[in-house]
């Protein structure tokens, strides 16, 4: 399997001038732990995560100013600095990891998750001559390689199968969440992600039913908790 047998499209993204309470609330209401920050032409540019929203919120109770002074001392004062603004930002481009490891649509799976075990990271943007075209998640991969022991890898056709389903769900607008994963091996579909409502959810089953050369549709999606709702 590749990146874009398993890769969430449509993905959330945020602007560099978000604030940073508007990103959090974002999280919540997709229920995402992370979200890319991509320029005006959909270049990805960082990256906040919820460890960042931790980092910045727990400055204020640990007194990062109270640092050892001989740390200080020795340390680099642009370091500081930057430090200073990643805890005190109130912009995405403030407290955003701008250093963002990226893969293509093509990279296997295997190295994808050798990525992620070596850097430390939940997921990893895919690009598509330097623009963001979706994004793999360690869920992603679980699902892939449950999928792929049971079915087998994916065919050209079961691309072509997904990218009839993908096509057909933005030109119906209905998931606004964007948490939608459509895996498809063997002409079987599994849909993964969220849904507000059971009319979102049959929707979404009739939708992929009716695609050229599906023979089951299989349906682990999730409703909404009703306190993200609220938020």
Not at 127 to 140: A, E, F, K, P, Q
Request: hydrophobic share 40%; with cysteine; net charge negative.
């Amino acid at each position: 399997m590749r990146a874009k047998d398993i890769m969430t499209e449509n993905v959330v993204t945020v602007t560099r001038d978000m604030g940073v309470p508007d990103v959090a609330k974002l999280l919540l209401e997709r229920n995402i732990s992370g979200v890319p920050v991509v320029d005006d032409n959909g270049a990805v540019v960082g990256i906040v995560t919820e460890g960042d929203l931790i980092q910045r919120k727990g400055a204020g109770e640990t007194g990062s100013r109270h640092s050892s002074w001989w740390l200080r001392l020795f340390g680099d004062p642009s370091d500081s600095a930057g430090q200073y603004i990643k805890t005190h930002g109130m912009r995405a481009a403030d407290i955003m990891t701008r250093d963002v490891l990226t893969v293509d649509a093509e990279t296997p799976t295997g190295d994808i998750a050798r990525i992620m075990a070596e850097h430390h990271i939940k997921r990893v943007p895919v690009v598509c001559d330097g623009l963001l075209v979706g994004i793999v998640s360690r869920s992603n991969l679980l699902r892939g390689m449950v999928t792929r022991e049971s079915t087998g890898s994916p065919s050209a056709d079961d691309r072509s199968i997904k990218d009839a389903i993908q096509k057909e769900v933005n030109d119906q607008g209905w998931v606004s969440h964007g948490t939608l994963n459509v895996i498809v091996s063997g002409g079987v579909v599994e849909l993964w992600g969220w849904v507000e409502s059971a009319q979102e959810r049959r929707a979404l089953l009739l939708l992929a039913e009716g695609i050229d050369g599906v023979k089951r549709v299989e349906d682990h999606l999730a409703s909404i908790p009703h306190y993200l709702e609220s938020t």
